[in-house]
Each structure stands twice: as structure tokens, then as C-alpha cells.
């Protein structure tokens, strides 16, 4: 088994009357990339801020690499990457003096230091913008600048808190694809979205959080497999009447019939034939329809039954 | 390291804005210290200063005080109305009025030699303390021979004669420090300069590093609050030492010739107090403003505020009482005293303790801008501790 990289116990923290993390648990192990997905508000920033030691909390504690965290531990901040949903960077400063300025609080040799900068340039694809201030970068270039900073000194651990807002499909594909591959060079991740694709795309294990609270764990596969439905069947139905509606909604594992729009929406629990005995039932009673597709479970899905609402708004 | 390289790169963006500060500052001392050189000239070259002198003296003496002046000084004819003599006191038509009351020469027989004469001058003004001084001589010179039982015309006669081989030496000592030199135009606009130029070289760099996001980012790397803050304590004391510099230098260049050494070091010393001060404020304005617009509104206010009221660009006569007393509030007060105070040292050593007045009270200044900013810092940091 390997080690815990972050372990989080019975953390809470308070803003005044707001409990923005509530008992929270989490454990990280090394080499995961691990998502933390929640909707605006819940916490998911909190968490990072208590993990990197810029606030205090209430109760519970946080290990970093096995040891608790606290503002003076340098040693542990030395293996740390952070990439911060606000970006922070020097405006005054170049893209080059911006990551040699954040690398070189943590590489003291020159050389390597040149190296890892030039690295981090080429990894995030902004040689090219090398002389440029951020001022004059569009926001998808800023937000890899923002992330070359966090990550040029090869951190052991590196935290991404949304690095993707407002990022274009394009360069947000960019960006999974090398958080990825910093992956497997070793780097343990933690990546925050409230995107789901994203985060479906690339973690090895989500914690799905919510008002302060760690809802459920586990990978996505195991995730769906805690929610009920097992696939939703969506088919164009034209017409069709209340009284089959009922009688589609008594047919075995199916538990939920909604139609709008001429859009027929039936979610089923997990069993076989679903799909088979719904075409069924349409043919027998004449009821004609157009395309049919049936859906496997997402993470909304999961989102939605754990929590009774959708994911995003 | 990395603070203190980065302090200078980002001090990059604020170098146009110190030029145009450069340029505005040698401009203006230019201008200025060109149209007061007009007039020291020719209070240099004759020496005269313009007084007036009321004399309702029913003995024959007061009128030999006032033509041993008129000799002297330009004379200038007026009545004996308060108002008038006020105004042109004000728009320096006179300098000095002399009042010489019925009885004196009477007693000056009786050998009193308390309150002769009345006197109204620009305040603190060196004429003022020229003239003093003559009238005093004068006197004591007139007492001594008439009370020596010399007949009124005689007396009259061997005081001017021996005044004038005195005021022949005392005129070529003073007028060295009668005519103000360029260089103290120069040194007593620099706190204008130095404010804006200080303030301008600090506060933008470190609100950088105040940033909530900056600020943020900097605490969850390795680097200690400690090697923080040095570097850029470090960088701001170079940047100030830079501007002093170079400003010294400039002073150098342009005035080198007349500048004597004590009077370099003298200058030096004040300098260096004041731009204590301004660092402090610089630290302090920092913290307080948010932003660009913020800080140079404040530089502004600041830079150009405490120029009048201390005294810089309106000479101090003008500024009335109230205002003055004010002033004192203000560490461009005890440095434009500092700087004529240098302009005194050679012909009266003993100033050399006001000058050291003035220097500690621009220090205590510096330190309390010190004390504020840290309590400053502090609070702001309580404040977001509270909140996170
Ligand atoms: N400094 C603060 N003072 C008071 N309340 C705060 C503060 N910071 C966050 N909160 C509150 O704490 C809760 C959690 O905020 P947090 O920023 O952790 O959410 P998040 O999951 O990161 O959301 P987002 O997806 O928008 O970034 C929110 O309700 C927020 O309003
Ligand atoms: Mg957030």
C-alpha cells in the first residue's frame, strides 16, 4: 500500500456563522491523481487553504507527506505545487521572470533553476510568449502561466484549484493532458472542478464534496456503482399518453419516467434487458418514437442522487 | 534573493514616472534658484537692504541713526500708518521698519540701553537679524561717546566713522551668507522630491507583494517570512540610497564648485533624515492604499502638502502664524530650518545645535511612520486572520 501523501481527520472550519467545512475526511495516497468535485461553495478551496497552512481551522488536523502541517513546516512546503484558482502572478514581471521568479523559491541553482524553467515554458506551450507580461496574455495563456509558476520546481505534491475556469476547450484539453503526464513522472495530484468531464476524464479517485462535506469516495466506476440508476434511456417520443407513461413506470427496474419535450427520459436500476423491454412495451402499444439512446450513469447522475440537486446551475 | 531581484523588476514600471519626477524637480530648482539668484545679486553686490525708518525722535540723535542707515541701506520714504507699513512689508517693498520713539535721545543720555527702538521685519528672515544687529551697534557705539560727555553732533560723527571701517569687514563676512547659493534652493526642494520619488520607489513594489494572491503564494513556498521581509528591506533601503545618489550627485555636478565640505556633510546628514522619513511614509502608504490611483493621490497630497506648509516652495514669512505653528507638524519644517541653519554654521558655529534639533526631530518623525506601518501590518494581518 502506498503512503498517504495528505490525510485530512474531522477537519472544520468556520467563517463566523458558516460552517464551511464540516467534519471533513480525506486521504490522499501517492500517485493518485485525485478530484475533488463540488459546486460553487462548497469548500473545496477551504480544504486546499487549511491543507497549505493559510488558515486555521477549527478542528481536526491535516498531515502533509505524514506530518502535520503548519505555517513554518518549509520542508514540506518545499515538495509542494500550487496552482490557485485566483492566478498569482507578477503583473510587473514577464512569463520568464514570473516562473524563474516562483521556481527559484525553490531551486537555488542556477542552472537546474534555467532548466526547469525552460521546462516548464515548453510544458505549458508558452515559449512563444516568453517576453510577454501577463497583461497582454489571453486568459487561457494566463491560466497556463499560472500553472508553469506552480509546478516548474517538480514538486512531489502538486494542487490544482480549478486551473481550467475560462479556459477554451482547446487548451483545457492542453492542460488535462499534461497534468497527466506530470502524473507519470510521479507527481501525486489533486485537482478541484466543478467540471465533471474533467474530472471524470482524469482522476484516479473523486471525493465528491458539498456544503463542507465529503458526500462519497471512491473511483468513478465505484462512485456510480453507489447510485441506483444504471443506465438512462432517452428516446423521441411524439406522442404518448399518461395512462402509458404509468404503465412504462411499472415496468421491472425502472423507477423514474419524465417526458418534456418531446423527450422521453427513463432511468433505470441496474438489471439487464432494460432497454429491450422498454422497445417492447413501445411496439406492443404502438407508440412510435424516433431515435433511441441509453445512457450510462455521470457523475451528475451521482451528483444529483446523492445531493437531490444538479452538480451546476 | 529571488524578493530582492524581483523587487527591482518590478521597480521597472515605476522608473518613467521617476523620470518625469527627475526632470520636473531639476526644472524647477532651475527656475527657482534662478530668480532668487536675480536678487541675492544685488544684495550682494551693494549690500542694501530696503527700510524704512519713522523717526519721531524730539532730540537730535534718532535723525543721525537714520541717516547713518540711509547711507547704509535704501530708504524708503513713508508715512507712519500701521496698514501701509504692513503691506509693504508684505509684498517686500520694505524689509525693516525701524520706529524711533520721542525720548530718544534722551535716553540714550540717561545710558538706558534697554528697548530704544521698535522694529517691525520679516520674520526670521536674515535681513531682519542684519539689520538688528547694525542698529544695535549703532547704538552702544553712540552711548559710549555720549556718555563720555561728546556734544550730540561729535558723538554722531565718530560712531559713523567707526562703524564704516567695521562695516566694511562685517559686509565682506556676511555676504557670504546673505546670498543664498544655488545649492540651497537646491537642498531645500529636495523633501518635495524625495517624498514623491521615495514613496513612488517602495509603496508600488511592496502592495505588489501584499497582494492577497501574491501574498498567498509566497507563504506556501519554502521561502521564510524572514528572507521575505529582508529582501525587501534590502531592496527598498537600495532603491533610497539610489535616488540619493543620484540626486547627490546631480547636486555635485551643478554646484560642486561652491559647495565647502562641512556644508556637503551638513547637507548629507539632513538629506538622510529626511529620507528616513520618507521611507517610512513610503512603508506607510504602502499598507494603506489599495491601489495605484490611491497611492498617487496620496503621494501627492503628501509630496506637495507638506512643501507649502513646511515652508519649501512659499518662503516661511509669508505663511502667517497659524500656519506656521502647524508646520511644525510636519518633518519638511525642520528641514528647510535644517538647511538654514547650514546656510549660518560658518559665521555662527553655535547653530550647529539647532541644526542637531532639527535632525532629531526629522528622525523621530521617520520613527513614528515606522511604528505606524508595523502596527499597520499587524492589524491588517489580524484582520485576515479573523476572517480566514
Ligand atoms: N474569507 C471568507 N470569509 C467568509 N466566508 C468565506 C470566505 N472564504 C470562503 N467563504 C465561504 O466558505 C464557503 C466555501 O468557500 P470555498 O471558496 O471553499 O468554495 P469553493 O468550493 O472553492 O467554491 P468555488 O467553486 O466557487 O471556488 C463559501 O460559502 C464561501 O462563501
Ligand atoms: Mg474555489
Known sequence: ?313 | MQVFKAYFKILRDSIPGLFIYLVIFIAISFFLSGSGKESTATTFTKNKVKIAVINEDEGGLGEGLKSYLSQIHTLVPTENDKEMLQDQLYYRNIEYILFIPKDFTNKIKNNEKEHLCENVKVPASYTGKYLDSQVDQYISTLITYVIAGIDDKQALEYTKSDLEKEVSVQLLNESISISKADDYYYFKYLPYIFISVVVMGISPILMTFYKKEINERNLCSPMTLKTKSIGLVAGSIVTVLGIFVLFLVFAFFLYGKNMEFEKTILYIINCISFLSFATGLGYLVSIFSSNHNILNMITNVCGLGMSFLGGIFVPREVLGEKVIALSKFLPTYWYVNAVEAIQEVKINPSIMKEFQINIGVQLLFAIAMFAIALAGTKYKSDARKQVS
Do not use: W
Not at chain 1, 49 to 59: E, G, M, Q, R, V
Not at chain 1, 134 to 154: D, F, V
Not at chain 1, 250 to 272: A, F, M, R
Open chain 1, 1 to 313: 500500500m502506498s503512503a498517504a501523501v495528505i490525510k485530512i481527520e474531522n477537519l472544520v472550519k468556520r467563517y463566523h456563522e458558516l460552517v464551511a467545512l464540516d467534519h471533513f475526511n480525506l486521504e490522499i495516497k501517492e500517485g493518485e491523481i485525485f478530484g475533488l468535485l463540488g459546486p460553487n461553495g462548497s469548500g473545496k478551496t477551504t480544504t486546499i487553504n487549511c491543507i497549505l497552512a493559510l488558515l486555521s481551522f477549527d478542528k481536526g488536523n491535516v498531515e502533509v507527506f505524514g506530518e502535520e502541517m503548519a505555517p513554518n513546516k518549509y520542508h514540506l512546503k518545499q515538495d509542494i505545487g500550487i496552482v490557485f484558482q485566483n492566478v498569482a502572478v507578477f503583473n510587473e514581471l514577464t512569463v520568464y521572470e514570473n516562473i524563474e521568479y516562483f521556481c527559484g523559491l525553490y531551486i537555488k541553482n542556477k542552472q537546474t533553476r534555467k532548466q526547469y524553467v525552460e521546462e516548464a515554458m515548453e510544458f505549458v506551450g508558452l515559449n512563444d510568449f516568453k517576453s510577454f507580461y501577463p497583461k497582454k496574455l489571453s486568459g487561457g495563456l494566463l491560466r497556463r502561466l499560472n500553472i508553469a509558476c506552480g509546478i516548474a520546481h517538480k514538486p512531489k505534491l502538486i494542487i490544482m484549484d480549478e486551473p481550467t475556469v475560462a479556459v477554451d476547450p482547446q487548451s483545457r484539453n492542453k492542460i488535462l493532458e499534461g497534468i497527466v503526464e506530470l502524473n507519470k513522472k510521479g507527481a501525486t495530484i489533486i485537482y478541484t472542478s466543478h467540471y465533471m468531464e474533467e474530472v471524470e476524464q482524469i482522476c484516479t479517485r473523486i471525493a465528491i464534496m458539498d456544503k463542507g462535506k465529503n458526500l462519497a469516495i471512491g473511483t468513478k466506476e465505484e462512485l456510480k456503482m453507489m447510485i441506483k440508476t444504471g443506465e438512462t434511456i432517452n428516446m423521441e417520443v411524439l406522442e404518448i399518453e399518461d395512462k402509458n407513461l404509468e404503465e412504462i413506470k411499472k415496468l421491472p427496474h425502472v423507477y423514474q419516467v419524465e417526458y418534456k419535450e418531446n423527450k422521453l427520459h427513463i432511468k433505470c436500476s441496474k438489471g439487464k434487458h432494460n432497454l429491450i423491454r422498454v422497445l417492447d412495451y413501445m411496439q406492443t402499444n404502438q407508440i412510435a418514437f424516433g431515435r433511441v439512446y441509453a445512457e450510462l450513469p455521470t457523475l451528475n447522475d451521482v451528483f444529483l442522487e446523492i445531493t437531490g440537486k444538479e452538480l451546476r446551475d
